[in-house]
């Protein structure tokens, strides 16, 4: 278990530079080094106040140190190391009226949520959008001259071989299911099972997707079945959600 | 070396094979694979290696893992002691050891070069985390619009293996029995990764992929392994080794070709094949050979159905006899025209770079009747006369397709 111990303290006046430099320079270490103290830090009081009418604290300086035990083992390896009044624990310039107090945590140590970087699957693949009146789509591209449509865009068209004959063309984000599988096995950042599909988009091009549906309900998935994009996260590397489509039946 | 007077083209031999066990080797480096095939390969071609004039190393992954992206040929070819030559690093997916192999034959057959040194070597094995495998694998497929989104090539192998299955009444228990031959010949192969022969209610009982594919239908790919292969001038080729070394007989090379979006069918999955039937017509027409004259075979069987799709598509049989032609026994070692006669991916294992050239590892060891207890034999009671190696790999651009795919035929 770890214990917090609170020590608060004053100097005696007029020895305030003598009592700062035994404490940081020499103190601190000298607890350290007793065997449980993993962690030293001294604080000073800041004149300001967060309510003007509260009473003065009764000391200005305060040293908090973190011990890996309980308040008794601590109190028990202070109390041999300054046994014989080893003047190495204490100073002249302290004064002698001090607080010194143990704290038991009662809760974990809890630290502001990480924030996520998010990072899309690739530039130029994909639009947002409000997802309510304009629901996401696909950057594809449409061939001028045989009119083919491509996903991802290009500039040069495949079917034609055409030179510089594709435009820029949104493919609706809507599509009907032509396969999916439930994998037991995925790459790093994929929880396991999940669905992968191949989709045939209503403007054409067949494209790669996970289905946004518990793995146990993939067999009511079938071939045909019309389904809508979304744009989510669909995978996390370390502090980075990589963000990519999904698909999810189209009346769920 | 001087080249040679006369005409460039010249006939292509193999005279020397070398392999490193496949298996998992987490203590071994890469070149510490590569070393072990690459004079494996020299002593059985018995050559002087000062012969060697230029080499060619497939590997996929080193950059991936190690960050070790460029000069790669020059490093890992130069821990094996040998320097000098040109060295140069191919890669393409699981077909990486076949482009080596073309690059070496077109080397030599064009006279500029007269001893070709071969290595595919790969590092997949990493302990106690096989996502990590998984996404090096993954790099070989286009990123953005499929393996970040996360697509595995076992899921796309299962969508098109159960079109097939509708299509040719095909079931899971034809490719647990195609496992159970991977395995079986495996057993009979001392480089190979599988040790340990399954039944067929074991395969179908075993861990689901994904369906219908069970973990022993799939091929192992998190792997390390090497093998190596010395090609020559026919010239070059009689006055080494033990002189009874196959010739290529003919190649053929595709990619992927676009197919448009507006056909019923425009992405068929990675289990058409449509690239091997091309790249084996070329093959057939520059060895003037056709499937009936080949007596020995070596599949990409990366799944078990894409073995028996490939009987088909290499003309072995016609579309939809696949699974009644394996169940006669024609592709068991024994039969007419042996299948994976090694194992296979399934049973040698896939260490992704090193499996095109142990492919042809493995068919110029049976065309020499040097394979043991695995050593197939034609109806003459001969080692195989004609034998032919299916291989592809990688995936991605427009169409969507195999990025490489090797037709390579071999004659005594």
Same mark, same amino acid.
């Given at each position: 278990m770890r214990t917090i111990l609170l020590e608060e303290t004053n100097s005696v006046p007029g020895r305030d530079d003598e009592y700062n430099d035994w404490y940081s320079n020499q103190h601190l270490a000298d607890?350290?080094?007793?065997?449980?103290? =993993?962690?030293?830090?001294?604080f000073v009081l800041n004149p300001e106040k967060r309510f003007t009418d509260s009473p003065d604290h009764p000391y200005r300086y305060v040293a908090l140190y973190e011990f890996e035990g309980s308040p008794s083992l601590l109190f028990e390896r202070l109390g041999a190391a300054t046994f014989g009044a080893n003047p190495i624990f204490s100073s002249p310039a302290m004064d002698q009226r001090l607080s010194v107090n143990a704290f038991t945590p009662i809760t974990d140590k809890l630290t502001r949520p990480q924030t996520l970087r998010a990072r899309p699957v690739g530039e130029g693949l994909f639009e947002e959008r409000d997802a309510e009146d304009y629901p996401p789509v696909l950057l594809g591209s449409k061939c001028v001259q045989c =009119?083919?449509?491509?996903?991802?865009?290009?500039?040069?068209?495949?079917?034609?071989?055409?030179f510089e004959t594709m435009r820029p063309h949104r493919l609706e984000g809507r599509g009907a299911l032509v396969s999916c599988v439930v994998s037991e096995r995925g790459p790093s950042g994929f929880t396991v099972p999940y669905i992968q599909a191949y989709v045939r988009l209503v403007d054409g091009p067949v494209v790669f997707t996970t289905i946004g549906v518990d793995p146990n309900d993939a067999p009511s998935l079938e071939a045909g079945e019309e389904l809508v994009m979304s744009i989510e996260a669909i995978r996390r590397l370390n502090d980075t959600e990589i963000v990519g489509w999904k698909f999810r039946p189209a009346a769920s | 070396m001087e080249i040679s007077s006369g005409s460039v083209v010249t006939d292509v031999a193999v005279v020397g094979v070398g392999m490193h066990p496949f298996g998992q080797f987490h203590e071994k480096s890469l070149w510490m694979l590569a070393r072990k095939s690459i004079w494996a390969a020299i002593h059985?071609?018995?050559?002087?290696? $000062?012969?060697?004039d230029v080499a060619y190393l497939a590997n996929n992954y080193s950059g991936f893992f190690t960050g070790q992206h460029d000069a790669v040929a020059p490093i890992v070819i130069g821990r094996a002691g040998l320097s000098g030559f040109p060295m140069i690093h191919v890669k393409g997916g699981g077909a990486s050891g076949s482009i080596a192999f073309h690059?070496?034959?077109?080397?030599?057959?064009?006279? @500029?070069? $007269?001893?070709? @040194?071969?290595?595919?070597?790969?590092? @997949?094995?990493v302990p106690g985390d096989p996502a990590i495998s998984i996404t090096a694998i993954n790099s070989s497929g286009e990123l953005t619009v499929g393996t970040e989104?996360? @697509?595995?090539y076992m899921a796309d192998f299962s969508m098109s293996t159960k079109r097939l299955m509708d299509r040719y009444g095909w079931s899971a228990t034809d490719f647990a029995l195609i496992a159970e031959k991977s395995r079986a010949?495996?057993?009979?192969?001392p480089y190979a990764l599988v040790h340990q022969p399954l039944s067929v209610e074991e395969i179908l009982k075993a861990r689901m992929i994904a369906f219908p594919l069970t973990r022993p239908m799939c091929c192992a790919a998190a792997v390390d392994g090497a093998a190596a292969v010395l090609v020559c001038d026919a010239e070059l080729a009689a006055r080494v080794g033990n002189g009874h070394h196959p010739q290529v007989a003919g190649i053929g090379f595709v990619s992927g070709q676009y197919i448009s979006n507006r056909i019923e069918d425009p992405r068929p999955g990675m289990l058409a094949l449509n690239e091997s039937s091309r790249a084996f017509a070329l093959a057939y027409e520059r060895a003037g050979a056709g499937p009936e004259d080949l007596e020995l075979v070596q599949v990409h069987d990366s799944v078990a159905p894409e073995e028996l799709l490939s009987y088909s598509v290499l003309g072995l049989c016609a579309p939809g006899e696949e699974s009644s032609f394996f169940r006669s026994g024609a592709t068991r070692n024994g039969g007419r025209v042996p299948v994976n006669s090694d194992g296979g991916l399934l049973g040698r294992g896939h260490p992704i770079s090193a499996s095109g050239v142990a492919q042809v590892v493995e068919v110029v060891t049976q065309m020499r009747g040097q394979a043991g207890h695995r050593q197939v034999r034609t109806k003459d009671s001969t080692p195989p006369r004609l034998a032919a190696i299916q291989n592809a790999g990688a995936q991605g651009g427009p169409s969507g397709g195999t990025g490489v795919s090797a037709a390579i035929i071999l004659k005594s």
């Open positions: 607890l350290l080094a007793i065997p449980g103290f =993993e962690a030293a830090q001294r =009119e083919e449509v491509l996903f991802p865009a290009l500039i040069d068209c495949p079917a034609c071989l055409g | 059985d071609a018995a050559i002087d290696p $000062r012969l060697i690059e070496a034959v077109i080397a030599v057959k064009s006279g @500029l070069y $007269r001893m070709a @040194l071969v290595v595919g070597v790969e590092k @997949l094995y989104l996360g @697509l595995t010949n495996a057993m009979l192969n």
